[in-house]
């Protein structure tokens, strides 16, 4: 089956500080790859995605590359705000010749302070 | 653009009683997906819609029901609650087919808590 591991937080990060989250994937088929962001209260919001093998996702700061090889999709970012505290979900889904449900990670609770 | 709207934000019911979520999916997009989220979890995929046929089932009660309308908006019907079922539930959205470039837009969640 399709599974997804994240590493556990919760990540507490200085401001300005380099972010690391750990993704690594199981899939049967070759799955697009996506990061979705969680802040307090509120729904999951598109991060970014990679669709294919070497794709690099990016979007606000935040960067993730597909790598087959080591079936990893690694987040990262920079230089951390305080805005960016927030639950860090890594997904996949495989395409099944008709909607394709994505699996998530059990998240990543990412905490930056000042 | 207006993106996927749920209603109700959020919902109390009693253990035994009914519930009905709707979703309403971002304009021109032809396939649903429901998700459940509890407490401190990863949401779980419950089951999707594309083109108003379901697409695909995951784990999903069998007290459950949804369906997906014509103008594609859709419910989730949840009878017989028990204390367990106490989640956020999540729709999104998607155009196409469903292949995997499809990105997912989630709505902003029902809250729902049984007593």
């Known amino acids: 089956g399709n599974s997804v591991t994240q590493m556990e937080g919760p990540v507490t990060l200085s401001e300005e500080a380099f972010l690391t989250i750990n993704c690594t994937y199981t899939a049967t088929g070759y799955p697009s790859l996506f990061w979705y962001v969680q802040y307090p209260g509120e729904g999951l919001q598109l991060l970014l995605k990679?669709?294919?093998?070497?794709d690099k996702g990016s979007n606000k700061g935040f960067e993730a590359t597909y790598r087959k090889e080591t079936t990893s999709f690694h987040l990262e970012k920079g230089s951390v705000q305080v805005s960016d505290s927030a639950v860090y979900f890594c997904?996949?889904?495989?395409?099944?010749?008709?909607?394709?449900?994505?699996?998530f990670g059990t998240g990543t609770r990412l905490q930056v302070t000042l | 653009a207006a993106g996927v709207i749920q209603s109700p934000r959020h919902l109390i019911k009693e253990k035994r009683e009914t519930a009905t979520l709707k979703c309403y999916p971002i304009?021109?997009?032809?396939?649903v997906y429901w998700y459940q989220q509890g407490p401190g979890q990863d949401p779980q995929f419950l089951i999707s819609f594309y083109e108003k046929m379901q697409s695909d089932k995951g784990s999903i009660p069998d007290r459950f029901s949804a369906q997906q309308f014509s103008d594609y908006h859709s419910e989730l019907n949840m009878s017989s609650l028990e204390l367990g079922d106490s989640a956020l539930y999540f729709c999104?959205?998607?155009?196409?087919?469903?292949?995997?470039?499809?990105?997912?837009?989630f709505g902003p969640g029902t809250r729902l808590t049984v007593l």
């Open positions: 997904a996949l889904s495989v395409n099944t010749g008709t909607a394709s449900k994505l699996t």
């Open positions: 990679a669709t294919k093998a070497d």
């Open positions: 304009s021109r997009h032809d396939t």
């Open positions: 999104a959205s998607s155009l196409g087919q469903g292949g995997t470039t499809d990105t997912q837009y």
